[in-house]
Every structure is written in C-alpha cells, then in structure tokens.
C-alpha cells in the first residue's frame, strides 16, 4: 500500500483544516477494501498518538477526538481527517497508515505510512 498523505498548514486557534490521504495498491496486491486507514499525530518530543481510522470495505470508523472526523472516498481512494475548532495543542506531524486489522489504535498493528503532513496551529 502506497499512503500520500497532504493538506496541512499553518493555520489559527478555532480554524478548520481537512487533511487527505491517498492510497493505493501495487498490482497482484489485496484491494484497499482488506485493509483499515488510520491516521496518528506526533507532536515534537512526544510519541505517535492516534487519531482515528475507518475499514475501507465497510465504512465503520472510529474517532475518539469529537473535533475531528474521518470518511473516505471511495472512488478517489482517498481518505479525509476533517479537523474543527483547531487548538495549538493539535501541531503536530499527521501521518496515515494503513493496517490489515480493523480499527487498531496501535502503531505497531500498521505497517504502511505515508511521509506525515505538518500541522501548526497559533494562538
């Protein structure tokens, strides 16, 4: 699996931001439908904190964070991390995975990412 994952920015306190992931699969490899996206946040000193993630077959998604909101599009490939009311605790680099498990909230159940996107937020 092939994760580009883009849209950050530098953006103020309160603003929204939407991020995109776009996947894809080497030929004679499993569809994006065997597998879960996940997206994780790392701040600077501290370690890879989960954001959300959505099963591609079915749609089922988890996202703990009630500002933002994961979906993805099917047709496009492509999934999205819709971020409100944005807080200067949020900077961070967003990187999105992807897993053969469903839902996980732990890294080490991912083994593809994308090169991560830079999101500061100012006060």
């Known amino acids: 699996v092939q994760l580009q994952a883009s849209g950050g920015g530098l953006v103020q306190a309160g603003d929204s931001l939407r991020l995109s992931c776009a996947a894809s699969v080497r030929a004679f490899s499993p569809t994006l439908s065997s597998y879960s996206l996940g997206w994780f946040r790392q701040a600077p000193g501290k370690e890879r904190e989960y954001v959300a993630s959505?099963?591609?077959?079915?749609g089922a998604r988890d996202s703990p964070m009630g500002r933002f909101t994961i979906s993805i599009d099917n047709a496009r490939k492509i999934v999205y991390l819709q971020m409100n009311n944005l807080k200067p605790e949020d900077t961070a680099v967003y990187y999105c995975?992807?897993?053969?498990?469903?839902?996980?909230?732990?890294?080490?159940?991912?083994?593809?990412w994308g090169q991560g996107t830079q999101v500061t937020v100012s006060s």
């Open positions: 995975a992807a897993t053969r498990r469903t839902l996980s909230t732990s890294t080490s159940d991912y083994d593809y």
């Open positions: 959505i099963r591609w077959s079915t």
